[in-house]
DNA sequence: GTCTATATTTGGATAGAC
DNA sequence: GTCTATCCAAATATAGAC
């Protein structure tokens, strides 16, 4: 394969120029890809494109990725690890349920920040694309810490989880496709939020 | 234009055969078009393919739909009347709750049939696509059919149809693109109807 | 690693004969 | 209305020189 990482050189000492290199412009194809999804959906990413944007020739890329499928796998590996750091990252508050309620806008606000990403995300409609398992773990580390999250409010039902993020995808599909450049549904999200913590509390 | 369908000859006295004949074509490709979005995904529509399942060249389409847009465009018509019907047809049980539990499951059923007819009317992924006024018009009869449904139950504040909506839309997403072969959100339709319910009635 | 050149496929759409 | 023939554009991908 083309496309792996050059070998270290870190057996003669110093760092490995090439290989930083490499994996440098390897991320700088995958921006110009995010770029494009972003201008023209998900489905509408081209090589050629791609490839102009960073200055080679649609050629040339292949030496850093084998394939197109190759590029959304590293777009979906890279979504997972801010989705990832996203959600570590949102701070606890002073009661559960603030927390909870904070978390939920703080992800429609990921989700809404590119709305591309979360389409690839969360609702993977990009034809013959099967994530790598690394970035499933990824996301499956992202649901762990929602469990855990809902595990504080007093939801310890198996379905819990699911009505859950059901609830917060709806949001997030219906702001898009429905509303993409307003608030109509990340107005609803506390109300959304409340609806669920009281079917928690009193059942 | 050409795709129009031909003048009406009821002048003359008898049924107009070529315009019916016409009529029947446009349904055909409708029906191979379908087809092959449930194949292939709904970005995979191709002329050629679609010409050559209804045993037409390819230049053939052009003497019913202007393009391939007009396809989409007709498909998502279809849809709409198909998921009014559907939404119309749901009969009221002895009691409002049960009705609307009911008609979740309904609209989950209805959705899960054809997840490609799905993706089009309530995501609208297509590239480039803008439904028809009058499509849309079906689709604000379905919606006030709903509203007056969540009437029914209690819900009539402004943002509660949206949240009703969100979660509805957010079974069926999480639904196909995490399960898409099982029934793991169906299962949780019931206790999300049931949670929006005792949201509505408690508050 | 990058290029030129090219293969190959596939797509939407049009012209014009019949 | 349907066909043949064709155009044009775009796409992924490979071969091989440099």
Known sequence: MTTETPTARSSRGGRDRRAERHAATREEIIAAAWEQVREHGLAG???????????????????????????YDAMYAEGNAAFLEHVLSVPPL???????????TSFMHFAMEDTSRAQLLFQRTVPDFEPSPESYAMALQALEHTRALLRTVGARRKGDIDVWTAMLSGLVTQQISNDPDGTRWIDRCDDAVDMFLAWIDTR
């Open 45 to 71: 990413l081209s090589l050629r494109d791609v490839a102009r944007a960073v200055g080679m020739r649609p050629p040339s890329v292949y030496s850093y990725f084998e394939s197109k499928a190759a590029i």
């Open 94 to 104: 002073d009661n559960p349920h603030a927390t909870l309620r904070h978390a939920a």
